[in-house]
Structure formats: structure tokens, C-alpha cells
């Protein structure tokens, strides 16, 4: 307050042992964010900050948030978002709080799927429709698909993080698309964890949709549907050929804004699945923020056509020393708009790191 009182502009502080960064909204709410883990990057306090005021948004809608009439019934209406907020600040499996993308994963039968969730939304008499496991898009309508970000994100990242119900009404504000006002999302489960999400006006009523037409168009598929089911944390279909060092991944489509990360490609392996997704989670935040160029979108423009051509496309770390059989490696490429991060056993040598990306994107490409 008092740097803004001189026209200046101060976004983070560090003391000795946390980071603080803050960020106010349409000049009305001012979000701060304290963090004590070591090395803990801006860019990423910065983008907690963004999808906690999406969710804000997402849950009480704009109006509420930059005209405020009475502060403690805003304090009593934030608490439906409390749950949401608190998943992204704790250890998720997701990664798109940090990358903006919508976590994906691939079904063994996409297309049966597709086809099945097109009829099944006409049917329903709405454009905006998606299969949701554990928080993860598994297939979707195009109208879905063309939603902005941050809802593309927030909204399957809210029906992973709340409790398990038959079916839900539940309204909800766009904060891109429609953030004063609401709309219903209407969620139904078919098989523990997998759940039919839909956007819609007022109607159909949720009684229209279950238990008949969701029979009709999903009965029938209960084998594919049943195939979804361990894709939460693992993200590709069983078989799927990887080489054997790789111990996470994570592949973003900078255009389309979606994301496929997963740590269990091939079962139990040190370092444990949480250690994974933090050195993964650094590794983006690293390479992200220093090596990469701005992401499709970001604020951050390019000085010249010079610079741009000047940008590194592929980059390593060794945690530990280079000696074959100790320390993790990291790896990361970007070829056009899909960026590729891999987590690498100690026993993957360093002069073939670029060569092992370069043939596991090509092997992944026809799946984003």
C-alpha cells in the first residue's frame, strides 16, 4: 500500500525464510499468498493466486466480488469455494493450477466415447458436455473444448474435490465466459469416480436426465467406461509402450490448453509418486519461467524476431552427480506447440536424454 501510494509497483517480497506474493483483482480484492518451501518460485504463487480468485469468481460470480454491498455475507458466500481453494494448495495429482491446462487422459476407446457424449448432449439439448475421472477431461463436446481458461481448468478440478454424490445441480458463474451470470452445471455419476459433466441454462430439469436418457445413451458402454477408471493417475491406456526409465511425464498442448502428467507410467519405482510431481512441478516452473518461450496467450511479449530465434528448444537437469546410476534426470523439449517433460531414473545417460524426448513426443503426439 504504501509502494501504490507512490505509483509503485511491488508484486512479492522474500524474507529469510518465505515468499510473499500478492495480486490485486478489478481494483476490489487483494489475494496474498505465503510460502515457506525452499526455492518456491513466483510464477508459481502467481497462478495459485489466479485460479483461487477463478474460483472466487467461478463460485460467487464477479458482481459479488467488485461491487461488495456487505462484507459478511461475501465472507459467508466465499465458504462454498473453501474446498475447491484448499485443493489447490494442497499436494494435488493434478498439475493444470500450474499450467493452465486442462488434465487429460486417454481413454482405450475415444473415439466410442466421442460418439456416445455427442448423441447423449443433443439428447440433453446443450453444447457443453465432458466425462470427468478424478478430476481429469477423458473425452469431451467441441463446445466444451472452446470454453476459456480459467473455467476450462476450474471446472473439472471442481467436481474432482467435491464429495461423492449421485448427481449434482449446481450453479456456477464463467469467470471468462459469463462471470455475472450463473449457469447450471449438472453432474452425474456413472461409475465410482467417473462422472458426466453438463453446462446448461435452465433447462433440462436434472429429472429429465436421470435416470432414463443417461441409461439409454451410457448403459450400453459400461465396458469402455469401466476401462476409464484406472486412467486417473495414470493418464494413457495400459500398454501404452514407454521406455523404461521414465518415471513421470508431462505433455501440454500450447494451443489447445491441455495437459497429459502422470508419475505411475510403469509402477513402482523410487522416488515415491508425491517426490515425483514436485520435481516435476519445479522442473515446468523452471524451464517454464527461464528457458521457454511465453506461453500462447501469456501477457509476456517477445522483444524481437532476434531474441526469439535465440530461445533454446531442449534443456536437462541432473539431480545429484552425472555418474551413471545416481541422480535423477529431467529433461525437457519443445517441438511447435507441444512441450514435453520427462523424469528420468538415474540410470538414463545423460547423452541420450534428447534423443529418448524427442521419440517418446513423437510417440505421444497423435494422442494431443
Known amino acids: 500500500m504504501f509502494g501504490q501510494n507512490l505509483e509503485v ?41 489466479q485460479m483461487v480468485f477463478g474460483a472466487m469468481v467461478l463460485l460467487v460470480g464477479l458482481e459479488e466480488l467488485t461491487n461488495i454491498r456487505n462484507v459478511e455475507r461475501l465472507k459467508k458466500d466465499l465458504r462454498a469455494s473453501y474446498c475447491l481453494i484448499d485443493s489447490f494448495l494442497g499436494d494435488s495429482e493434478l498439475i493444470g493450477d500450474l499450467t493452465q ?37 477423458v473425452a469431451a463436446t467441441e463446445g466444451w473444448w472452446r470454453l476459456g481458461t ?12 467435491l464429495p461423492p454424490q449421485t448427481a449434482r445441480d449446481y450453479p456456477v458463474y464463467l469467470p471468462h465466459g459469463s462471470p455475472t451470470i450463473p449457469h447450471r452445471l449438472l453432474t452425474l455419476t456413472l461409475l465410482p469416480s467417473l ?21 439409454r445413451w451410457w448403459q450400453p458402454l459400461l465396458d469402455p467406461l ?22 513421470g511425464l508431462l505433455l501440454l498442448h500450447l494451443e489447445l490448453k491441455r495437459c497429459l502428467f502422470t508419475v505411475e507410467p510403469l509402477g513402482d519405482k523410487e522416488p515415491s509418486p508425491e ?41 536437462y537437469l ?14 525437457a523439449l519443445q517441438l511447435g506447440l507441444r512441450r514435453l517433460l520427462l523424469l528420468l531414473s538415474p540410470q538414463s545417460p545423460t547423452h541420450g536424454l534428447r534423443s529418448l524426448a524427442t521419440h517418446t513426443l513423437h510417440a505421444l503426439t497423435p494422442l494431443l
Not at 124 to 130: C, D, L, R
Request: proline fraction near 10%; charge should be negative; charged fraction near 20%.
Open 195 to 215: 462422472e458426466l459433466c453438463l453446462l446448461c441454462g435452465p433447462s433440462p430439469p436434472l429429472s429429465q436426465l436421470y435416470p432414463q436418457l443417461l441409461e
Open 9 to 49: 509497483q511491488l508484486s512479492s517480497a522474500r524474507t529469510e525464510n518465505t515468499t510473499v506474493v500478492w495480486k490485486s483483482f478489478h481494483d476490489s480484492i487483494t489475494l496474498i499468498v505465503l510460502s515457506s518451501e525452499v526455492g518456491i518460485s513466483e510464477l508459481r504463487l502467481e497462478r495459485l493466486l
Open 318 to 331: 541432473v539431480l545429484g552427480t552425472e555418474e551413471p546410476g545416481s541422480g535423477v534426470r529431467l529433461v
Open 101 to 137: 491446462c486442462v488434465d487429460c487422459v486417454i481413454p482405450p476407446e475415444g473415439t466410442l466415447l466421442q460418439e456416445a457424449l455427442s448423441g447423449f448432449a443433443e439428447a440433453a439439448g446443450t453444447a457443453f458436455v465432458s466425462l470427468v475421472v478424478s478430476g481429469r477431461v
Open 226 to 247: 469401466r476401462a476409464c477408471l484406472p486412467l486417473g493417475p495414470r493418464a494413457l491406456p495400459i500398454g501404452f509402450p514407454l521406455h523404461t526409465d521414465i518415471l
Open 150 to 161: 480459467p473455467e476450462a481448468v476450474l471446472l473439472p478440478w471442481l467436481v474432482g474435490s
Open 275 to 315: 517426490q515425483r510431481r514436485r520435481l516435476l512441478r519445479n522442473f515446468y516452473t523452471l524451464v517454464t519461467s527461464t528457458h521457454f518461450p511465453p506461453e500462447p496467450g501469456s501477457p509476456e511479449k517477445m522483444e524481437d524476431a532476434f531474441h526469439q530465434a535465440q530461445l533454446p528448444r531442449a534443456c
